[in-house]
Nanobody, 123 residues
Framework: QVQFRESGGGSVQIGGSLKLSCTIS????????MAWFRQGPGRQRWGIAA???????EYADSVKGRFTLPRDNAKTTLWLQMNSLRRADSGPYVC?????????????????WGQGTQVTGYS
């Protein structure tokens, strides 16, 4: 059974950095595509970054140059390095699984979701 556990969230000053992790059990993410989303009101989720099973990465325009997906050689943890945080980056961050070959920022392309970790920027 595939399970994801996110951690690393917290309160951080605007302009600061935070590193989120999504620990994967049940498979290694090299066998699937994975993505990070930020959850908004209701069931809305905005794609932040996605990586396919070959290591190709897509970033949302709003985070390009600020967020990265560091490589995990064991490929059982999906990281999200968040730098130069803005207030608009605040919210629950959730990791999700996608079928192989995708690096999609669309929630409709995801089939398994974690529970999320909260990121709050303050000034």
């Amino acid at each position: 059974q595939v399970q994801f556990r996110e951690s690393g969230g917290g309160s951080v000053q605007i302009g600061g950095s935070l590193k989120l992790s999504c620990t994967i059990s049940g498979h290694a993410y090299r066998d699937y595509s994975m993505a990070w989303f930020r959850q908004g009101p209701g069931r809305q989720r905005w794609g932040i970054a996605a990586i396919d099973n070959e290591g190709n990465i897509e970033y949302a325009d709003s985070v390009k140059g600020r967020f990265t997906l560091p490589r995990d050689n064991a490929k059982t943890t999906l990281w999200l390095q968040m730098n130069s945080l803005r207030r608009a980056d605040s919210g629950p961050y959730v990791c999700a699984q996608q079928p192989r070959g995708l690096a999609s920022l669309w929630q409709s392309d995801c089939n398994y979701w974690g529970q999320g970790t909260q990121v709050t920027g303050y000034s």
